[in-house]
């Protein structure tokens, strides 16, 4: 498998496997917070925080296309960005993505809104129930160093905010930015017990009445504790058998989304850090329900969900998105995107495009499929095994199954397509693939972005134009003005037209 590199969900995305305040009013008696005087350990980076960052810069790119000659900048520093990255200077990666995202957003940023995303707030614990009084600490850290040159003064608040947007308690947080200094100060929280019900909550810091940059947030679950949840579920999942092959996978999938329930949620799982862990405890109690009476709990389940595939004795992060047209039972297409390097199986519903393949399904009536690439690979046996769990649960249009890939997913992607016309409808490779003419094969668009700063696009070209000539079905479309990642989600809506024009070639 050709070995590409992509700044991935890093995912997160986030969005994603990485390879490495002065005055205040007075605070309630319900609700206060109070600066800690000792001086905790630094706060290491963490997928989360690269996640944070890159999504972030996606949707504001989405939200705000630039001109020209400022996508090909920004497209160049990116990739810069992506070389750092693997180089293992996470901190200055996120710093140039900062810059980048600066550099889009309309209105002018202050330096004290520029020194404020180089900022992290981080929770302990991270989880609290519903109904009990909380007493946490929030520490603020930076993720690098202040941009601001200058000391900058002013009262910022750190800010509780529900999940309905309102205010739960706020406090003065002393913080020093700017001048090049490192901030790692840590305030206690105490929140009455009325004031909490489940839901997931922000904590913001801010200067007063102005929006927060550094966000943190605090998972509020209802009942016992997740570890508790996740040990009782254990107990009754151990009691449910089946021999049927879609309870059995049905099972798996369950299993694993019980696990992700935790006390401490990982920033490095970004199954996990991504996840509204409260929300999931709830729908993995009703699909325990539902196997416990013999139903399928992914049924022809619309929407947006994590699960595994069961391929053999392994299980590979899945994540699958399905339009309402497959639950109402409408056969539909399948296309199975697999991520590059450095990203994970939420890679293309959370970025590319700020997850634009979720739009793009709901517009077009067909179902994603997202596996974990490291795992899946370029076997046809994983790819078959893919499509006979989905049909499980969605009717399948088995004569239009395509999959694509960018960098090391393209790899795979290319792998796949070759020689299984039968199976695969059409095939896409976005920056990177390793293309041979083989029988049977089913035509491949492959796109290379002109600036890829990570997989050269002279020879990827080559390779792809000499398997053309040799008799290999499919074009070459060159991507002008972008690079190797930030290209994915300006190429999809143009190569899902692409694919979704193929049926696959039945075989005799």
Known sequence: MARYLTLGLVLTLAAGTVPDLSSADSPSQEASATASESKPARVGITRADLAAAYLRLEREFMLNPPAADEIARINQEFDGATRVFFLGNHSEAIRIIDGLWESLVAEQQTPLERALVSLKVSVEPPVWIAGRKQRADCRVTSLYASPSPEPLDETFWLRLVSPRGETVIEHPCA????????????VTLEVAEEQLAPGLYRVELAPKDRRPLAIGRVQVVAGSSLDEQRAANE???????????????????????????????????????????????????????????????????????????????????????????????????????????????????????????????????????????????SDIKNLHALIEALGYNYSLDRDRVYVLGHSMGAGSAAGLARGHGDTIAAACCIAGGRFQVAPDSPPILVVSPELDGVVPPKPLQASARNAFDGGMPGELRALPGYGHTLAVGAILPEAVEWLLRHQRTRMP
């Open 175 to 186: 913080v020093k930015l700017g001048g090049g200094q490192v901030v790692d100060t840590q």
């Open 235 to 377: 107990a009754r999942l151990a009691r449910i058998e089946s021999t049927a092959p879609e309870m059995i996978q049905a099972l798996a999938s369950c299993r694993a989304r019980n696990q992700l329930l935790s006390d401490r949620p990982s920033e490095e799982n970004s199954a996990q850090f991504l996840a509204d862990l409260n929300a999931l405890a709830s729908d993995v109690a009703s699909e325990i329900e539902a196997l416990e009476s013999g139903q399928d709990p992914y049924f022809r389940r619309a929407g947006d969900s994590w699960r595994v595939l069961q391929a053999g004795r392994r299980e590979i992060p899945l994540r699958v998105y399905a339009p309402q047209a497959a639950e109402q039972g409408a056969a539909v297409p399948l296309l199975v995107v697999l991520h590059g390097m450095g990203g994970d199986e939420n890679m293309f519903l959370e970025a590319y495009g700020a997850g634009i393949v979720k739009k793009l399904a709901d517009e077009k009536g067909f179902l994603v499929a997202s596996p974990l690439t490291y795992g899946f690979g």
